[in-house]
C-alpha cells in the first residue's frame, strides 16, 4: 500500500505562485495514475490535474494555463505548480493515487494524501 505526504501549502497572495509536492513512500509510483484534487470550505472535492503513467496531463477548466502537475518517477514525488493563483483557488488540496486508470472522479482513487492548505487572500 503506498502512503502520500502532500507539503507545500500555505498562504499566497493574489497572483502569486505556489508548488505543492506529494512524496510516496511504501511503493513506486511508476505503476500509479496520479492526481490533485481539492476540496473548498463547503464544497465537495473537485479535480484540479491529473497525470497518467505515460505521463499524459489533464486539467480543470479553471486551472488550465495556471497551474502545471508532473511526477519524477525517480524521486517518487508528484508536483503541482501553481501560478497566477485566485482567492477560488482557496481549499484544502489532495494528492491521489489509483494503479488502474486516470479519471477526474474523486472515488477512481484508493489512496489519499492527508491534505495540505492553500489560502489566497485577496
Known amino acids: 500500500q503506498v502512503q502520500l505526504v502532500e507539503s507545500g501549502g500555505g498562504l499566497v497572495q493574489a497572483g502569486g505562485s505556489l508548488r505543492l509536492s506529494c512524496a510516496a513512500s511504501?511503493?513506486?509510483?511508476?505503476?500509479?495514475?496520479m492526481a490533485w484534487f481539492r476540496q473548498p470550505p463547503g464544497k465537495e472535492r473537485e479535480f484540479v490535474a491529473g497525470?497518467?503513467?505515460?505521463?499524459?496531463?489533464y486539467y480543470a477548466d479553471s486551472v488550465k494555463g495556471r497551474f502545471t502537475i508532473s511526477r519524477d518517477n525517480a524521486k517518487n514525488t508528484v508536483y503541482l505548480q501553481m501560478n497566477s493563483l485566485k482567492a477560488e483557488d482557496t481549499a484544502v488540496y489532495y494528492c491521489?493515487?489509483?494503479?488502474?486508470?486516470?479519471?477526474?472522479?474523486?472515488?477512481?482513487?484508493?489512496?489519499w494524501g492527508q491534505g495540505t492548505q492553500v489560502t489566497v487572500s485577496s
Open positions: 491521489a493515487a489509483d494503479p488502474r486508470t486516470v479519471g477526474r472522479a474523486a472515488d477512481a482513487y484508493d489512496y
Open positions: 511504501g511503493r513506486t509510483l511508476s505503476s500509479y495514475n
Open positions: 497525470i497518467s503513467m505515460v505521463y499524459s496531463t
